[in-house]
């Protein structure tokens, strides 16, 4: 089992920043893939942002550009730094870790884009 725990959301105004952390339980930061995803009601998850073990990143077009994940594998820890945000990137965001055997999420961390 891993235990995900994210923090960092808030609410920021528009063209505001803020940087999202998810601490793992166990030392699985850079061996598994790890991404941010997030959902607003009514509508579906959506997959903001993975990092791969190599290194590599993904991002959903959306976000591209405004947004960078990142890893501190000595803090066990992953990062969202989110920056000119606007009101539509206001939503639950959820940390999740993927392997082929198994799939781990956290508990959200809510996320405010507001004047």
Not at 83 to 92: F, G, K, M
Request: glycine content about 12%.
């Amino acid at each position: 089992q891993v235990q995900l725990v994210e923090s960092g959301g808030g609410l920021v105004h528009p063209g505001g920043s803020l940087r999202l952390s998810c601490v793992a339980s166990r030392e699985i930061i850079g061996w598994l893939t790890m991404g941010w995803y997030r959902q607003t009601p009514g509508k579906t998850l959506e997959l903001v942002a993975r990092l791969f073990p190599s290194g590599s990143t993904d991002y959903v077009d959306s976000v591209k550009d405004r947004v960078t994940i990142s890893r501190d594998t000595g803090k066990n820890t992953l990062y969202l730094q989110m920056n000119t945000l606007n009101p539509e990137d206001a939503a639950v965001y959820y940390c999740n870790v993927y392997s082929a055997a198994a799939e781990f999420w956290g508990q959200g961390t809510q996320g405010t884009v507001s004047t």
